[in-house]
């Protein structure tokens, strides 16, 4: 048994069917070139709408993803911030369980002990300040007073001239000041030893020669 449809019906069904089409390409637009080999064609959302991808995202690479991650081959990536000046540029704050250093011995040349850290130490002064764009209060140091003295602990953008600090990058003074400060009071603990040995003498001395007497 066929049903037949009115021209009314069909009208409404296909101006409701162009409808839902027109709303649909509305949301997105597509992209502008092919994609590069071994790649699937796919809407690109330029709209306010969010989108979703299961899998790896890799950009500024046109070779194969190997990691179900997002991956910038090549670029700045900024996080809250339109200008990023650095690989990783996050305006805000990063919260982590860990934050690893590259340190291996087999990436460094040129290695040599780290000369007159306590006395470079007591250069620094800690501060305490309030950031101008959100009104935190916070503690640290002043990037351009570590310049003078650990040039090697700061970063200048290139783009804007600001400084940041690599406060990890202190670690290795500090550890080579409590060192010299260890020594010290080795070096000290031992005069005192060897004066208190001198009085033991000395009141040994004048006990013998009371009972001389």
């Given at each position: ?55 790896g ?7 194969t ?19 990023p ?8 704050t ?22 007159n ?12 300040f ?20 650990f040039p ?16 990890g990058?202190?670690v ?15 070096n ?8 208190k ?17």
């Amino acid at each position: 048994m066929y049903m037949r449809l009115s021209s009314k019906t069909i009208t409404l069904v296909s101006a409701a069917a162009i409808a839902l089409y027109a709303s649909a390409a509305l949301a997105w637009t597509g992209p502008t070139q092919s994609p590069p080999s071994g790649n699937v064609s796919a809407p690109v959302n330029l709209s306010n709408n969010g989108q979703i991808k299961n899998g790896g995202l890799t950009l500024n690479y046109t070779g194969t993803a190997t990691s179900n991650g997002l991956i910038v081959y090549a670029g700045y990536t900024g996080l809250n911030t339109a200008t990023p000046a650095y690989t990783l540029d996050v305006n805000g704050t990063v919260r982590a369980t860990a934050f690893l250093y590259s340190s291996d011995a087999r990436m460094k040349e040129d290695v040599a002990p780290l000369a007159n850290a306590l006395e470079k130490i007591t250069k620094l002064e800690g501060v305490t300040f309030t950031w101008k764009d959100t009104g935190h209060r916070d503690i640290g140091l002043i990037a351009q007073d570590v310049q003078k003295v650990f040039p090697e602990a700061v970063g200048e953008s290139k783009t804007t001239g600001m400084l940041s600090l690599a406060y990890g990058n202190l670690v290795a003074p500090l550890i080579e000041a409590v060192k010299t400060l260890a020594k010290h009071n080795d070096n000290q603990d031992k005069d005192i030893a060897a004066l208190k040995a001198q009085v033991a003498q000395l009141e040994a001395q004048v006990a013998a020669l009371k009972n001389t007497r």
